[in-house]
């Protein structure tokens, strides 16, 4: 298992390998997204997923289809993401460690690639990316390591297997990471709930 790829890959019979091209029109959005819900804001979130990318360039040729593409694609995207907290953090030591998506600011993440949903209806667009940001909200609550179980599990609705190898741990670990931040995260959501009915009086 490579370090830097998380995970290597190609199953027997899993037919030809894809090229760079594909992985990257298939799963850009995945990596962008997942990315931001890691935490990094959207200036930080477009250098990320360019060394992503280049690490999957150069990697490319080592997946053996043992795991998925996204099962993959989230263990670099992790270490990338966390090389670049690290960086900021020790430009901006008063930047918490937990994340800072920024509030307000991150309302872009959903505008930025129009899907089918939303193509064509602003309103329903401008929804989703309010939706999006207090989901933001509450996952910096999380920290590091219930967040990205959190992620995988509740957004991307990954299973326990696939998010065991993304992440380097064993299954009842991850049910035991999951619960928590599930009980976290509801805590959180909670407590925004509590802010809006008080800001609505």
Do not use: C
Not at 18 to 45: C, K, M, N
Request: overall charge neutral; hydrophobic content about 40%.
């Amino acid at each position: 298992m490579s370090k830097e790829s998380g995970a290597p890959a190609r199953a027997t019979g899993a037919g030809p390998p894809a090229t760079f091209e594909q992985v990257y029109d298939e799963h850009a959005d995945f990596v962008w997204r997942s990315i931001r819900r890691l935490g990094l804001e959207p200036s930080a979130a477009d250098d990320a997923l360019q060394q992503v990318f280049l690490v999957v360039h150069r990697r490319l040729s080592e997946f053996e289809g043992t795991s998925s593409m996204r099962t993959w694609l989230f263990g670099i995207l992790l270490r990338v993401v966390r090389d670049h907290r690290r960086t900021l953090q020790r430009k901006s030591p008063h930047l918490r460690s937990g994340g800072a998506s920024g509030g307000a600011a991150n309302e872009d993440e959903l505008l930025r690639v129009p899907d089918s949903t939303t193509a064509g209806n602003p309103e329903r667009a401008l929804s989703r990316a309010e939706a999006s940001r207090i989901i933001n909200e509450l996952l910096d609550t999380l920290d590091d390591d219930k967040r990205a179980v959190f992620v995988l599990a509740e957004l991307e609705q990954m299973q326990a297997a696939e998010i065991a190898q993304a992440l380097g741990m064993d299954a009842p670990a991850v049910y035991s990471r999951l619960r928590a931040a599930r009980t976290d995260f509801e805590r959180a959501a909670a407590a925004f709930r509590r802010r809006a009915l008080g800001e609505h009086r």
